[in-house]
C-alpha cells in the first residue's frame, strides 16, 4: 500500500481510530493483522517470506538466550544470519551476481529468475538481523512473546522502507496504554500532511525533471543529448527528489506511529545542510547509517585499530552500504566513493571539525564542496550504468552544449526551502495548539489539495519502496 494513496488517507484514520478505542491485548493482534493486510495489498504470497524470516529469528533469539553453549549459540546465530541473507541473497542478489558471470565469461552459470523483489525485504532483514545479534551480546533480552516480535518486524509505518527500527526501542512501546490524545494526534497528522506536499508536490515534479533527462532503468536517455547545464540541473534536482521522497517516508511513517501514540527515531536532519561526508551521514538516514556502523563497521574494528585498516573498514562498510541499496555496480561506485570520501576526511582531519568554532563563509564554504561531493556520488546511484555515469561527469566538466530544460519545477523547491526555513525558527506545533481552528481548517486546506493531487494523477513510487 503507498503512502500517497487514497487507499492510506482512509486506511490510516480508521486504523487509528480502531487501535485507540481497544484493549492492549486486542490492540497488538490488530495491529498485526493490518500490518499484513498492509503488506498483502501488495502480495500475500510474498508476505510468507516475512512469516518465515520472523519465525526463524525468534526461535533463533531464543536458542541464543536459555543456551549455555557457546558453540550451540553462535550456531544458532550464523544460522539466522545465513537464513536472513540467503533470502536477501535470493530475491536481490542472485540475478545480479548471474548476470556479472555472464559478462565477465560470456555465459550465464544458471537459468535468469527474474524473481519480484519483495517490498521492504532489506529494511525488515536489517531489523530482524539486530534483533538476533542484540540478544547475542547480551544487550537485549530475547522476546517472550511470539506476538510482540511479529509485531515489532510488520508494524505498517516503518514496515516498507524504514526507519530500521532497533526492537530495544520498539518491544516495549507495545505494552504502553496510550490513550487517545489531542495533541499527539494533531502532532502526527501534520507531520504527516508535510510528508505527502513533499512527497507530491516536490519529489514527483522533480522526479518527472530528472527523468527527462535521465530516462528511466528500462529506457534511459542518452547523456549526449542534453548540455551541461542542462545535465548538472538534473543531477541537482535528483539530489532534492531523493531527499524529499525519502524524508517524505520517514516523516509519514513518524507521524502515523505518532497518531497512535507509538515513537519512530528520526531519519533525516537537514543533510544537505552538512559541512563533511561525516557530517551528512550523521544527518541522512540517521537509522541505517547507525545500523552499518553498530554492525558492521565497529565489528570490522572501527577505528580501535591502526589507520590502514580503519581506513579499509570505512570503505568496506560503504561499499557494502551500497550494495545494500541495489543489485547493480552504480550502487557499489556510489558506496565506494563515500567509503573513499571519509577515509580521506579521516586522513586530513576534516572528520573532527567543530561547527560552533567555524565562521559564516567556512561553513558555507565546507557546506557548497560537500554538497556537490555527494551530488557526485548522486549521479552514480541513479545512473542506468557507470558508463553512463562516467560520459554525463564528463560532458558537465567540458561545458557540452546540447538541449535545455524547463527551470519551471523549481517553484516548488522554493516553496520547500521557504518553509523549512520557518520551520526552524518558528514552533508551528505550538501555533497549532494555540489556534485549533485556524490550523484545523489549514490542515482541511491540505487535505483538500493532497487528495485532488493523488486521485488527479497516478500515485508514484516512493524511491526506496522496493529495496
Known amino acids: 500500500m503507498l503512502f500517497n494513496s487514497i487507499h492510506y488517507l482512509v486506511f490510516l484514520p480508521v486504523v ?51 543456551s549455555t553453549r557457546p558453540s550451540v549459540r553462535r550456531a544458532a546465530l550464523a544460522a539466522s544470519i545465513i537464513g536472513n541473507l540467503s533470502i536477501l541473497g535470493t530475491f536481490k542478489y542472485l540475478d545480479f551476481i548471474n548476470h556479472s558471470i555472464a559478462d565477465a565469461l560470456g555465459w550465464h552459470p544458471w537459468p535468469i529468475l527474474n524473481l519480484v523483489l519483495p517490498l521492504g525485504i532489506s529494511f525488515y532483514t536489517f531489523e530482524a538481523m539486530s534483533y538476533v545479534i542484540d540478544v547475542y551480546r547480551g544487550d537485549l533480552k530475547a522476546c517472550d512473546s511470539m506476538l510482540d516480535y511479529g509485531l515489532f518486524i510488520t508494524f505498517f509505518p516503518h514496515l516498507v522502507a524504514g526507519p530500521i527500527m532497533r526492537a530495544r526501542d520498539m518491544l516495549p512501546q507495545f505494552h504502553e496504554m496510550h490513550e487517545p490524545n489531542g495533541e499527539r494526534m494533531l502532532s502526527g497528522a501534520l507531520l504527516c500532511i508535510w510528508g505527502l506536499l513533499k512527497k507530491v508536490l516536490v519529489a514527483d515534479p522533480m522526479g518527472r525533471m530528472v527523468e527527462s533527462v535521465y530516462g528511466t532503468i528500462a529506457a534511459p536517455i542518452s547523456p549526449g543529448e542534453f548540455s551541461s547545464s542542462a545535465l548538472l540541473l538534473a543531477t541537482y534536482a535528483f539530489a532534492l527528489q531523493i531527499y524529499c521522497d525519502f524524508s517524505a517516508y520517514s516523516d509519514i511513517a513518524i507521524g502515523s506511529a505518532r497518531m497512535m501514540g507509538l515513537r519512530i527515531m528520526q531519519n533525516f536532519d537537514a543533510p544537505y545542510l552538512a559541512i563533511s561526508i561525516r557530517d551528512f551521514w550523521r544527518r541522512w538516514h540517521i537509522s541505517l547509517s547507525t545500523w552499518l556502523r553498530d554492525y558492521l563497521y565497529i565489528p570490522l574494528g572501527g577505528s580501535r585499530i591502526s589507520e590502514p585498516r580503519t581506513y579499509l573498514n ?124 485556524m490550523s484545523r481548517w489549514a490542515a482541511y486546506a491540505c487535505i483538500v489539495v493532497l487528495v485532488r493531487a493523488i486521485a488527479t494523477s497516478p500515485s508514484v513510487e516512493f524511491i526506496y519502496f522496493q529495496f
Open 314 to 437: 570505512l570503505i568496506v562498510t560503504m561499499l557494502l552500504g551500497g550494495l545494500w541499496h541495489g543489485a547493480n555496480w552504480t550502487f557499489v561506485v556510489w558506496g565506494g566513493l563515500h567509503g573513499l570520501y571519509l577515509a580521506v576526511e579521516r586522513v586530513l582531519g576534516v572528520d573532527t571539525l567543530d561547527r560552533a568554532r567555524m565562521g559564516m563563509l567556512e561553513k558555507w564554504l565546507r557546506g557548497v564542496l560537500t554538497f556537490h561531493l555527494v551530488c557526485l556520488a548522486w549521479v552514480f546511484f541513479r545512473a542506468p550504468t557507470a558508463a553512463y555515469a562516467f560520459e554525463l561527469i564528463w560532458r558537465v566538466v567540458t561545458l557540452a552544449d546540447g538541449a535545455a530544460i524547463s527551470y519551471a519545477p523549481l517553484v516548488g523547491v522554493l516553496l520547500l526551502v521557504a518553509v523549512q526555513i520557518a520551520k526552524r525558527r518558528v514552533d508551528f506545533g505550538a501555533i497549532a495548539l494555540r489556534y485549533p481552528n
Open 16 to 66: 487509528t481510530a480502531i487501535y485507540l478505542s481497544l484493549p492492549l491485548r486486542i490492540r497488538r493482534v490488530f495491529l498485526l493483522a493490518c500490518g499484513f493486510y498492509f503488506y498483502g495489498v501488495f502480495s500475500w504470497k510474498l508476505s510468507l517470506l516475512m512469516v518465515w524470516s520472523t519465525l526463524q529469528d525468534y526461535y533463533a533469539a531464543r536458542i541464543i538466550e536459555r
